[in-house]
C-alpha cells in the first residue's frame, strides 16, 4: 500500500492571511527581502523539511554546502552574502546527534562571522532535551547545549514540544516553542472514523496532564497506566531504586537522620476502562518503544481492540520498527520534525503528519515582526 506524507490542518490553520509580500516573484529576489533559510544538514533525508518550507514561503532555499572530511570534522561554506539579513537556519537531528550538533554551530558561526543581523534556529526536535535534570554526578546537558549555541551566534530559536517546558529557561535569548497538538488531534479526528468510541491514555502518571488535556479537547475519557513489571535483581542494582543501599556507612553522634523508605511502584494497573474502546496512547517523543509496546500489551489485556501511538518526535531508535510491526499497535503517528523514512520503510504502521505550515508561519511572522500568538491559539500548557 502506498505511504502517503499527510498535509492536514484546513481547519486549524486555513485562516491564516497569506503571507505578506510572499508573491510568484519572491523565489527570485528573496536575496533583497532581507531574509535567506538556510539548512544546515549535510545528508539529503534531512533537507526535505527544509525544502517543504521554503516552498511554502515561495523562497528558495539558501547556497551552502555542508560536508563531513575524511577525518571526520565537519566543514560548512557559505555561497551567497548574508550582510544585514536575518538567517533563518533550519536543522532536523538525525540518528548521528553529535555531528548533527556541530553542523550547527559551524554555520550559526560562519554567518555570525560574515555580519547577519539576526540567525534564527529552527530546530523542531531539540536535541539532548532528556538530560535537562541533574542525574547523581552528571550534568544538565542540555544547558551546556544552550549555551553553546548562544556563543556560536544564534539570537533567537524555534522548536516544537520541548520534553520539559523549563528548557526556555536555560537560553540567553528568547525561545519559540510550538506545539504539534493542532495536527495530531485533527489527524484524529479525519483519521480515525471511530474515534468518538476512543479513550485517551497515558502510559504512565507523568503524562496524563498531556493526555487530560487532549482528552477534554476531543471530549473522550482517560486512563492512566500506573505501576512497572517486577524488577530483576539486576535492576536494584542500577541506581534508580532511592535510597541507594550504603554499606558500613559512618554516621556523626548526634547526626541520624530518619530512615527513608525505598521507592516500590506497585504491580501494574489500568486506571479508567478501555474495554471495547480504541485506546490511544499521546506522549511527545517515542525513541526506545519497549515501553510503548508494554503498554499495548496491557491494554489489549484490557480489552481495547484497537491501539494507537501519538507523538510528536518520532526518534524510533535501534529495533523500534521491528519491535512496533510485531507489537499490538495498530499505527503510530509522528510529525516529520525528525527524518524517518528508513524506519517507515521497515514499518508501515508508522504514519506521518507534515507540519511544515506552522513553521513557515513562525518564521514569516519573526521576520515580519509579527506577534506568535496566533499560533498559540486555543493551546494550553499542558499540550
Given at each position: 500500500?502506498?505511504?502517503?506524507?499527510?498535509?492536514?490542518?484546513?481547519?486549524?490553520?486555513?485562516?491564516?492571511r497569506?503571507?505578506?509580500?510572499?508573491?510568484?516573484?519572491?523565489?527570485?529576489?528573496?536575496?533583497?527581502?532581507?531574509?535567506?533559510?538556510?539548512?544546515?544538514n549535510s545528508?539529503?533525508?534531512?533537507?526535505?523539511?527544509?525544502?517543504?518550507?521554503?516552498?511554502?514561503?515561495?523562497?528558495?532555499?539558501?547556497?551552502?554546502?555542508?560536508?563531513?572530511?575524511?577525518?571526520?570534522?565537519?566543514?560548512?561554506?557559505?555561497?551567497?552574502?548574508?550582510?544585514?539579513?536575518?538567517?533563518?537556519?533550519?536543522?532536523?537531528?538525525?540518528?548521528?546527534?553529535?555531528?548533527?550538533?556541530m553542523?550547527?554551530?559551524?554555520?550559526?558561526?560562519?554567518?555570525?562571522?560574515?555580519?547577519?543581523?539576526?540567525?534564527?534556529?529552527?530546530?523542531?526536535?531539540?536535541?539532548?532535551?532528556?538530560?535537562?535534570?541533574?542525574?547523581?554526578?552528571?550534568?544538565?546537558?542540555?544547558?551546556?547545549?544552550?549555551?553553546?549555541?548562544?556563543?556560536?551566534?544564534?539570537?533567537?530559536?524555534?522548536?516544537?514540544?520541548?520534553?520539559?517546558?523549563?528548557?526556555q529557561?536555560?537560553?540567553?535569548?528568547?525561545?519559540?516553542?510550538?506545539?504539534?497538538?493542532?495536527?495530531?488531534?485533527?489527524?484524529?479526528?479525519?483519521?480515525?472514523?471511530?474515534?468518538?468510541?476512543?479513550?485517551?491514555?497515558?502510559?504512565?502518571?507523568?503524562?496524563?496532564?498531556?493526555?487530560?488535556?487532549?482528552?477534554?479537547?476531543?471530549?473522550?475519557?482517560?486512563?492512566?497506566?500506573?505501576?512497572?513489571?517486577?524488577?530483576?535483581?539486576?535492576?536494584?542494582?542500577d541506581?534508580?531504586?532511592?535510597?541507594?543501599?550504603?554499606?558500613?556507612?559512618?554516621?556523626?553522634?548526634?547526626?541520624?537522620?530518619p530512615?527513608?523508605?525505598?521507592?516500590?511502584?506497585?504491580?501494574i494497573?489500568?486506571?479508567?476502562?478501555?474495554?471495547?474502546?480504541?485506546?490511544?496512547?499521546?506522549?511527545?517523543?517515542?525513541?526506545?518503544?519497549?515501553?510503548?509496546?508494554?503498554?499495548?500489551?496491557?491494554?489489549?489485556?484490557?480489552?481495547?481492540?484497537?491501539?494507537?501511538?501519538?507523538?510528536?518526535?518520532?526518534?524510533?531508535?535501534?529495533?523500534?520498527?521491528?519491535?512496533?510491526?510485531?507489537?499490538?499497535?495498530?499505527?503510530?503517528?509522528?510529525?516529520?520534525?525528525?527524518?524517518?523514512?528508513?524506519?517507515?520503510?521497515?514499518?508501515?504502521?508508522?504514519?506521518?503528519?507534515?507540519?511544515?505550515?506552522?513553521?513557515?508561519?513562525a518564521?514569516?511572522?519573526?521576520?515580519?515582526?509579527?506577534?506568535?500568538?496566533?499560533?498559540?491559539?486555543?493551546?494550553?500548557?499542558?499540550d
Open positions: 500500500m502506498p505511504r502517503k506524507l499527510l498535509l492536514p490542518y484546513k481547519s486549524v490553520f486555513s485562516h491564516f497569506a503571507p505578506r509580500g510572499l508573491h510568484d516573484s519572491l523565489a527570485m529576489n528573496a536575496a533583497r527581502s532581507g531574509y535567506r533559510v538556510f539548512s544546515a545528508t539529503a533525508a534531512c533537507t526535505e523539511l527544509a525544502k517543504r518550507i521554503t516552498e511554502r514561503l515561495g523562497a528558495e532555499l539558501g547556497k551552502s554546502v555542508v560536508y563531513q572530511e575524511t577525518n571526520g570534522e565537519t566543514r560548512v561554506e557559505i555561497k551567497e552574502s548574508v550582510r544585514g539579513q536575518d538567517i533563518f537556519i533550519i536543522q532536523t537531528i538525525p540518528r548521528d546527534v553529535n555531528t548533527a550538533v553542523e550547527l554551530l559551524i554555520m550559526a558561526y560562519a554567518l555570525k562571522t560574515s555580519c547577519a543581523r539576526n540567525i534564527i534556529g529552527v530546530i523542531p526536535y531539540f536535541p539532548y532535551s532528556k538530560q535537562s535534570k541533574m542525574r547523581k554526578r552528571g550534568s544538565i546537558v542540555c544547558k551546556l547545549l544552550a549555551s553553546m549555541l548562544a556563543k556560536a551566534g544564534l539570537t533567537h530559536i524555534i522548536t516544537m514540544d520541548l520534553h520539559q517546558k523549563e528548557i529557561g536555560f537560553f540567553s535569548f528568547p525561545v519559540d516553542n510550538l506545539r504539534a497538538s493542532p495536527f495530531l488531534l485533527q489527524y484524529i479526528q479525519e483519521e480515525i472514523p471511530d474515534y468518538r468510541n476512543a479513550v485517551i491514555v497515558a502510559k504512565s502518571p507523568d503524562a496524563a496532564k498531556r493526555a487530560q488535556s487532549y482528552a477534554e479537547r476531543l471530549r473522550l475519557g482517560l486512563a492512566v497506566i500506573h505501576g512497572e513489571a517486577q524488577c530483576t535483581e539486576q535492576d536494584m542494582d541506581g534508580r531504586h532511592s535510597p541507594p543501599m550504603v554499606k558500613n556507612a559512618t554516621v556523626h553522634p548526634g547526626l541520624e537522620l530512615l527513608m523508605m525505598a521507592k516500590e511502584k506497585p504491580p494497573t489500568v486506571v479508567g476502562d478501555v474495554g471495547g474502546r480504541i485506546a490511544i496512547i499521546v506522549d511527545d517523543i517515542i525513541d526506545d518503544v519497549e515501553s510503548f509496546v508494554a503498554a499495548a500489551e496491557i491494554l489489549k489485556e484490557r480489552g481495547a481492540y484497537k491501539i494507537f501511538v501519538m507523538a510528536t518526535h518520532g526518534l524510533l531508535s535501534a529495533e523500534a520498527p521491528r519491535l512496533i510491526e510485531e507489537s499490538s499497535i495498530d499505527e503510530v503517528v509522528v510529525t516529520n520534525t525528525v527524518p524517518h523514512e528508513v524506519q517507515k520503510l521497515q514499518c508501515p504502521k508508522i504514519k506521518t503528519v507534515d507540519i511544515s505550515l506552522i513553521l513557515s508561519e518564521i514569516r511572522r519573526i521576520h515580519n515582526g509579527e506577534s506568535m500568538a496566533y499560533l498559540f491559539r486555543n493551546i494550553t500548557v499542558d
